[in-house]
C-alpha cells in the first residue's frame, strides 16, 4: 500500500491545467457510413434538484440500448475533459462545451469500449452503453456555487451524477445484472468517487466493477522540482465543495483532505474491484505535470513532446521517472485478486474509447493481448488480468499518438 500523506499541507506553484484532445484515426469512407452516432438526453427534471452545468444547464447523457445477452448489462462512461480551480478559469469554461449542454454537440460517435461491434468491442458490444456528458469542471465531484452579482458559477457534479444515475435506474438500471463505471481522463479520475457509492445503491444483486481510463493522475514533483498538482487539486477542491464528497476512509488517513483527489491516496479505500489502463508515459502527465512549460521556460524539451524519437538519451532516461512514479503506485494492488491493470508505454492518453487502440488488428499489445481482451478477462474472470509494459522503447506495438498541436486548454 502506497505511504500517505500526513501533517501540513505542503505548498506548490499555482498550476493550470489543459486536457489533451485525442482525435480519431481517420478512417474509410465506407466505415464512416458504419459508426455509430447516439443522440443526447437532457435530463430535464434534474434543475428542481440544482443538478445543473457550471451555466445553469440541465445535464445530459447519451445511450445507446443492449440487446440479447447484453440487455440486462450497462456500461457507464465518463466523458472526460480537464478541470478548473478558480472563478476566472470557471467562468470561462461555463462558455464553452465543457461548462454548458447549450454548447455541446447534441449527437456523439460510439467507438471503442462504446461500439455496437463485436468485430471492434467483443465483450461489452450489446450491453446498454451510456456516455455521461461532463460539464462542471471538478470530476463530478463538486457541490457548492459562487455568486457574483447576477451572475452565478454552479459546482454540481456530485448532484449530476445523482440526478442522471436516478434517471437511469427508472430506464433498466435498477435491474442490471452486470455494471462497469468508466471513464477517460477527468472521468476516470471520477471513478475513484463513484465506484463504491454506485455499488451501494444497486445493491448486491448487481456485478458492479470500476475502470479508470488515463484518470490515474500521480502526486508528482516535475523535473524542476515543483509539485503543480497539489496547489491546483487543493484550490480546486476548496472552490467547488468538493470534501464533503470525497472518500471519508481517506479523509481521515491525512492531515490533508484535498490529497485524496489524487487516485493513488483513494484507491486503498475502495472496495469495488478496479481496473486501471493507463500509459506509463500518460501524454497529459508528461506534459503538464511531470513536464509543464513551467518547468522547461527554454523550451528544450518540445521537440522530445512532440516525437518521443526526438527525445535525447538524457531525455528518455528522465522520463523513465514518470514510469517509476506510476508503477511504484499501483503497487498497492498488484496482489489483490480482484483487480486488473493495463499500463503500456506508449505515448498516449486515454485509449478505451479510440478504437485504434482499444481493439484493431494492430491495436497496442502487452504479451501478445489487446487493452479490450485484458478488460474482458478482467471482467469476467477469465484468467490473468494485469499487464505491465517493457520500459520504452521496447514495445514495437505501440502508435504513440501525442496529440501535440491539438492540446485545447481548458484549464
Sequence with gaps: MAPRRRGACPAAAVFVAAVVAVGFAAEAADMVQERLTVGMTIVADAASTGAVCLDGSPPAYHLHRGSGAGARSWLLQFEGGGWCNDVRSCTERAGTRRGSTRLMTKVEVFSGILSNRPSMNPDFYNWNRVKLR????????????????????????????????????????????????????????????HCDSLKERLGGATTVKCLSDAGFFLDLTDISGNNNMRKFFSSLVSLQGVQKNLNKDCQNSTDCPYMCFFPQYALPDIRTPYFILNSAYDVYQFHHIFVPPSSDPGGQWSRCKMDPGACSTSQIATLQGLRTAMLTSLKQIEGEPEAGMFVNSCFAHCQSELQDTWFEPDSPMIHDKKIAEVVGDWYFERGAAKEIDCAYPCDSTCHNLIPSDQELRMY
Excluded at 141 to 154: A, I, M, R, W
Excluded at 178 to 186: D, M
Design 134 to 193: 461532463y460539464c462542471d469542471g471538478g470530476s463530478f465531484s463538486g457541490d457548492s456555487e459562487y455568486k457574483n452579482g447576477s451572475s452565478v458559477l454552479y459546482f454540481r457534479g456530485q448532484r449530476i451524477w445523482d440526478a442522471i444515475i436516478t434517471d437511469l435506474l427508472q430506464k433498466g438500471l435498477a435491474k442490471a445484472k452486470n455494471v462497469l463505471l468508466s471513464g477517460c481522463s477527468a472521468g476516470g479520475l471520477a471513478t475513484f468517487f
